[in-house]
Structure formats: structure tokens, C-alpha cells
């Protein structure tokens, strides 16, 4: 809203109302006043959910100078899930590097941190060296803020390891690279895996995690639909690969039929389903935790039992776009079909009745904190530490940081300094205790230690 009424001054401004206008000047414009004015209140007045404020196209927190130091202000109110039960302050900020470029994500494997920038660039943060240029293949586009470079996962036995991005042409991929005999890529020889071709401008995710439970890749595709605010079924359309976490490999799912046309089969690869844009997803002994970043009400984190899946071999639900978050859409567009049987029927009831709806959900407008895009995060491991199988996770917009302990059901909210830019990801960092990595939209790699 408010960059469109600043537009709207701009113009009156462009205009030149001044008193050095005749009074035919102004008869002429008073009309053309009173026209922006209505079409400003018109757009304040159906920003409703159709509208949307998120990881899209909200711009990046603009501050000088990061406050480094210990976090001892409080906590915003929270305004969400019943499971809200403290605010932990005495965070410590460090910056670690700042390489000045746009940051998407951070990964640990092999005693290395791989820092991912968004224009194709793998710096290896352990050894100050770059281990990977992808910048000839990654597509920027300069109205889709999420595209570039996305995701990088290593096979942990086997020696290659697998990067996503959006590509030149606005596809979602998936490449594959060998490792030489010293660890480092090897370029000329290399494999697309999966190539999905986004007709929009956004939700790619592509996010990739090793599944030890599965002992398979597990990719994160989002909806892939942004533009003016379009839905479309395809989350929930079991025959489609998007708005779904998929198996690279296993073809050990049985979804029941979602699709227009009964004779369409849906997909062996499905783990989960129904989802917008997840970012990004994380596996902790038979759990998986997947936060999906909502429209313009409600961020989600779901937590799934594997085990459920293994027994039943249905994929997990989460209802998007009938659902976001806790609250349910009664949808009019190209709908899908739920095909049983001899029976074909509107998806509707099949969706209210199998959503699983998320453990902790909050909303956009908080009293004090705009609060939007949640970031997923990890499960601190050592069981020493005071915050153990506690999973943290962030949010895009607000610059916050949350402890869940999904055991209890316990949520916790730890206030940070600004940053510089906003949190586009966050891991544990297994190399030291009680200390989480972040990387921002900025360009700097920051280290938060725990209180």
C-alpha cells in the first residue's frame, strides 16, 4: 500500500500544484486529484488475501551498519499458535564475512561451509576459496527476486553432490557433479537430474536434503505461481511435480488420483503435497519438518512422522491453496478432480478431511512486528546442550528467530539485531556449540551464538 500511495504523490507532484497556476489549471487538475485519490483507497480497501506481501516481493531490511553484540531487547508479541511460551533474549550477533553480493544459503558437510550466493557462486567459507562458479548457467531475472542459485547437497558416501537453480530460461534444476580425488567438482562431466519449466516468475524452492531415513535425495518444488496473484491446482494435481517434496530416486508412493482426467497416473515420487513454497526442509531421525511460506495471512511449520508415511505409503497433505496455514479457502477456479473407484468428484471435502494442519502457524499482522516468509532452520543434535532437540527456524521479514521444542510443545521467540538485510537462511552449526549460521540478503554470513 505504501509504495503505491508514493507513486500517487509522485504524480501529484510531477503535476506542479502551485500557486503560479491559473484557476483553468487547476479546474483541470482537481479532477484528475480526486481520480488517483479514489483509485488509492479502492487498492488500501481489497488488500485482502488475493494481495500478497512475502519473500517475493518485499524488499530487504536497508540499514547502514549491522548491530553486532549481545541481544538483550525484548520480544515482539506474538500473535499465532497457543504454543507461544517465552522470550529469550542474550543472543550474540557476529558478523563473519561479508561478500557484498545476495546470499541464499549456507551448508555444512565434511568439517566445510559452503556459502551459496544467488548469482551461481559456491564459496567455501572453511578455506577462503571458491568452489564452484555456476554463473554462466543460473538465470537472474530482475523482477523475479527468488531466482538464482538455490540449493547444494552431498552424497554422503558416494563421491558427487547436487546444486539447484533457475536457469537462463526460467527452469527449476537440478545438476549433478563428481568429486576428484581431492574433493573439488569436477565441471566438464555433469548431469541435469530433473528440468521443470517454470512459466511464472517465483516459487521454484529447490530446496535438497539427504534423507538418511529414505536414503534418497529429498527435492522441495513450490507451486511456481506468483504472478498477479494466479492460483491453480497443480500443488494438490498428484500428477504434477510442483508444490510437492519429492524423491529423487524412490518411486515408493501411492497418492490417491487428485488430477482432471481419470486416466492420468499420479506419481510414485510424492512425500509430500499441497505445499506453496517451502524454504527449506529438514530431516531429524523419523521426523521431517517442513515450514511453507504463506500468501498475505498465515507462515506454517509442519512436522511429519515418517514413520506414518512408511506404513501407509500416502503422502503427507497440507492443503495449499485451499489452506494456508489454519484457514481454508473455498476456491472457485480450474479445479481437479478426486477420481475413486468409478466416482469423480469435486476435491473440496477430500482436502478438509486429509489437510494436516501445521504445529506452529503465525500471522502477518502482528500488533507490533510485521511478520512474513518463515525460514526454516535445523534440530540442535548435542545432547549436552541446554537447547537440545530444540529446532529453530527465522523469519524473512521481521528478522526474528524461533526455538520450537516439538517435543513439548514449546515455542520460544529470541529477538535479533538488525542484520543488515534479511535472513534468507539459516543451519546449525555442527562445528560449535550452541551456535547457528545465517546468511543474509546482503551478502554477509553471520554467526549467531545462543544464550
Sequence with gaps: MFPILSFLFLI???????????????????????????????????????????IDSSPPITVSEVVEGVVNEGCSEWKGSDNFTDCITGTSVSVLTN?????????????????????????????????????????LFEDFAESGLFSLAFHPEENYFLVSYSDKENNLIIEKFQ?????????????????????????????????????????????????????HSDPLDTTSPKGKVLFLNKKISNPDLL????????????????????????????????PDVGKSREEELNIVNLDDFKESTKPFLFGWPHFEGTIYYDLIFNQILYHNENSSVNIREYIKENTLLPQVYYSHEAPE????????????????????EQ???????????????????????????????????????????????????????VSLKLP
Excluded at 102 to 121: A, R
Excluded at 200 to 214: D, L, M, P, T
Excluded at 263 to 285: F, H
Design 12 to 54: 501529484l507532484d510531477k503535476l506542479q500544484i502551485s500557486k503560479r497556476f491559473t484557476n483553468t489549471r487547476i479546474l483541470k487538475i482537481v479532477p484528475v486529484f480526486f481520480l488517483i485519490l479514489f483509485v488509492g483507497i479502492f487498492l488500501f480497501q481489497n488488500n485482502d488475501p488475493k494481495e500478497e506481501l512475502s
Design 391 to 445: 529446532y529453530f527456524f527465522a523469519d524473512y521479514l521481521s528478522n526474528e528467530m524461533f526455538s520450537y521444542d516439538f517435543a513439548n510443545n514449546e515455542l520460544k521467540i529470541m529477538p535479533l539485531n538488525n542484520l543488515g538485510g534479511s535472513i534468507t537462511s539459516m543451519t546449525i552449526n555442527t562445528f560449535a556449540e550452541d551456535e547457528i549460521l545465517i546468511t543474509t540478503a546482503s551478502g554477509r554470513l
Design 259 to 290: 488430477s482432471l482426467e481419470n486416466s492420468s497416473v499420479p506419481r510414485k515420487d510424492i512425500l509430500a503435497y499441497g505445499l506453496r513454497n517451502p524454504w527449506k526442509t529438514y530431516e531429524y531421525k523419523n521426523y521431517l519438518f517442513i
Design 179 to 231: 568429486l576428484d580425488n581431492s574433493s573439488n567438482p569436477i565441471t566438464d562431466t555433469t548431469e541435469i537430474l530433473m528440468k521443470l519449466p517454470n512459466s511464472q516468475c517465483c516459487h521454484y524452492s529447490g530446496n535438497i536434503i539427504w534423507s538418511n531415513y529414505f536414503n534418497d535425495f529429498l527435492i522441495s518444488v513450490g507451486d511456481m505461481q506468483n504472478k498477479n496473484g494466479l492460483l
Design 99 to 139: 561478500l557484498n553480493t545476495p546470499l541464499t544459503n549456507v551448508i555444512l558437510f565434511d568439517q566445510n561451509i559452503y556459502v551459496l550466493q544467488k548469482n551461481g557462486l559456491i564459496f567455501n567459507f572453511s578455506n577462503n576459496s571458491n568452489f564452484l562458479d555456476l554463473s554462466s548457467k543460473v538465470g
Design 369 to 388: 512486528n510485521y511478520r512474513a516468509a518463515i525460514i526454516g532452520g535445523g534440530v540442535i543434535q548435542k545432547s549436552n546442550s541446554k537447547y537440545f
